[in-house]
Protein backbone atom coordinates (compact mmCIF):
# COMPACT_ATOMS: atom_id res chain seq x y z
CA UNK A 1 0.00 0.00 0.00
CA UNK A 2 1.36 3.41 -0.74
CA UNK A 3 1.69 5.30 2.26
CA UNK A 4 2.66 8.78 3.25
CA UNK A 5 2.46 10.02 6.81
CA UNK A 6 3.98 12.88 8.28
CA UNK A 7 4.94 14.22 11.57
CA UNK A 8 6.30 16.52 13.82
CA UNK A 9 4.00 19.11 13.91
CA UNK A 10 3.02 20.90 17.10
CA UNK A 11 2.83 24.22 19.32
CA UNK A 12 5.43 26.37 18.93
CA UNK A 13 6.10 30.22 20.17
CA UNK A 14 6.76 33.28 17.48
CA UNK A 15 10.41 32.70 16.32
CA UNK A 16 10.85 28.95 17.54
CA UNK A 17 11.34 25.96 15.28
CA UNK A 18 10.01 22.68 13.76
CA UNK A 19 11.28 20.00 11.85
CA UNK A 20 8.08 18.23 9.82
CA UNK A 21 9.05 14.33 8.30
CA UNK A 22 7.28 13.05 5.85
CA UNK A 23 7.61 9.20 5.52
CA UNK A 24 6.90 6.91 2.56
CA UNK A 25 5.58 3.50 2.47
CA UNK A 26 5.19 0.95 -0.15
CA UNK A 27 7.13 3.39 -3.04
CA UNK A 28 10.63 4.85 -3.03
CA UNK A 29 10.65 8.44 -2.57
CA UNK A 30 13.35 9.78 -4.22
CA UNK A 31 11.94 9.23 -7.98
CA UNK A 32 9.30 11.75 -7.13
CA UNK A 33 9.04 15.12 -6.52
CA UNK A 34 7.68 16.22 -3.07
CA UNK A 35 5.98 19.19 -2.41
CA UNK A 36 5.21 20.49 0.88
CA UNK A 37 1.22 22.33 1.34
CA UNK A 38 -0.12 24.14 4.25
CA UNK A 39 -3.94 25.21 4.69
CA UNK A 40 -5.39 27.50 6.82
CA UNK A 41 -9.04 27.03 8.39
CA UNK A 42 -10.91 29.09 5.46
CA UNK A 43 -8.02 29.21 3.04
CA UNK A 44 -6.66 27.80 0.23
CA UNK A 45 -4.14 25.11 -0.27
CA UNK A 46 -0.93 26.72 -0.61
CA UNK A 47 2.20 25.19 -1.58
CA UNK A 48 5.50 26.08 1.09
CA UNK A 49 7.69 23.99 -0.71
CA UNK A 50 8.90 21.09 -2.99
CA UNK A 51 11.68 18.88 -3.90
CA UNK A 52 12.52 17.49 -7.49
CA UNK A 53 12.70 13.80 -8.44
CA UNK A 54 15.76 14.48 -10.33
CA UNK A 55 18.37 16.52 -9.17
CA UNK A 56 16.72 17.40 -5.68
CA UNK A 57 16.75 21.18 -6.62
CA UNK A 58 14.92 22.86 -4.03
CA UNK A 59 12.03 25.16 -4.35
CA UNK A 60 10.05 28.02 -1.98
CA UNK A 61 7.26 30.04 -1.66
CA UNK A 62 8.48 33.89 -1.05
CA UNK A 63 6.38 33.86 2.13
CA UNK A 64 8.62 30.71 3.76
CA UNK A 65 12.18 31.11 1.41
CA UNK A 66 14.96 31.77 3.79
CA UNK A 67 12.90 30.36 7.00
CA UNK A 68 12.04 26.75 5.64
CA UNK A 69 14.48 24.44 4.19
CA UNK A 70 13.08 21.07 2.27
CA UNK A 71 15.79 18.01 2.36
CA UNK A 72 15.68 13.92 1.61
CA UNK A 73 17.26 11.13 3.28
CA UNK A 74 17.06 8.87 0.82
CA UNK A 75 18.23 6.02 3.06
CA UNK A 76 15.27 6.79 5.16
CA UNK A 77 12.82 7.30 2.80
CA UNK A 78 11.66 10.32 4.16
CA UNK A 79 11.41 14.06 2.79
CA UNK A 80 12.00 17.01 5.72
CA UNK A 81 10.80 20.68 6.09
CA UNK A 82 13.07 22.65 8.63
CA UNK A 83 11.22 25.47 9.72
CA UNK A 84 12.52 28.59 11.48
CA UNK A 85 11.56 31.80 12.53
CA UNK A 86 8.11 30.31 12.31
CA UNK A 87 5.52 33.09 12.60
CA UNK A 88 1.85 33.35 14.22
CA UNK A 89 0.84 32.83 9.25
CA UNK A 90 2.52 29.93 9.49
CA UNK A 91 -0.24 27.59 11.48
CA UNK A 92 -1.61 25.56 9.70
CA UNK A 93 -2.16 21.57 8.35
CA UNK A 94 1.11 21.27 6.34
CA UNK A 95 0.65 17.96 4.15
CA UNK A 96 3.04 16.98 1.91
CA UNK A 97 2.69 14.65 -1.47
CA UNK A 98 4.34 13.00 -3.72
CA UNK A 99 4.23 13.32 -7.50
CA UNK A 100 6.36 12.75 -10.92
CA UNK A 101 7.97 16.34 -9.96
CA UNK A 102 7.32 19.62 -8.57
CA UNK A 103 4.36 21.36 -9.51
CA UNK A 104 3.07 24.79 -8.16
CA UNK A 105 -0.48 23.18 -8.02
CA UNK A 106 -1.76 20.70 -5.97
CA UNK A 107 -4.12 18.53 -8.10
CA UNK A 108 -0.77 17.39 -10.07
CA UNK A 109 0.07 15.65 -7.24
CA UNK A 110 -0.43 11.30 -7.24
CA UNK A 111 -0.15 10.80 -3.11
CA UNK A 112 -1.07 12.70 0.06
CA UNK A 113 -0.13 12.01 3.48
CA UNK A 114 -3.35 13.04 6.31
CA UNK A 115 -1.51 15.71 7.35
CA UNK A 116 0.34 17.37 10.75
CA UNK A 117 -0.77 20.53 12.55
CA UNK A 118 1.29 23.20 13.04
CA UNK A 119 0.10 26.11 15.48
CA UNK A 120 2.81 29.15 16.07
CA UNK A 121 1.27 30.89 18.96
CA UNK A 122 2.33 32.67 22.49
Known amino acids: QLQLVESGGGLVQPGGSLRLSCAASGFTLDYYGIGWFRQAPGKEREGVSCISSSDSIAYYADSVKGRFTISRDNAKNTVYLQMHSLKPEDTAGYYC???????????????WGQGTQVTVSS
Open 97 to 111: AAGQDCYPRSHDYDY
